[in-house]
């Protein structure tokens, strides 16, 4: 499935029940960084090297999800192509940041 299809998917579930009003790029980034947040919380007080039960991996998943989803509501709100995006960005980084030697 392409982003395109995605992001025309959760529209229309937002539309459909009068969320639009509510999804200004202010309000999504909060969105993002509370769902983030949510994210974080899973791996809470675990050690680096410890595994998640299946049950957490599930919710990490759903985490993640709707963190994406707020992304691909700002992404719809700025008329970006994450892809174009996400090469320019790698671009810029390949001048920024050091190579580690292998």
Known sequence: MEYTEIIEMITQFRDSR???KYHNLKDLAISVSLEASEVLEIFQWKD????L???EEAKLKEEIADTLIYLLYMVDKLKMNP?????KKIEINKNRH???DS
């Open 98 to 100: 050091w190579k580690e």
């Open 48 to 51: 680096s090297k410890e595994e």
């Open 53 to 55: 039960s299946e049950e």
């Open 18 to 20: 009068g969320w639009a």
């Open 83 to 87: 892809y174009e995006e996400i090469q």
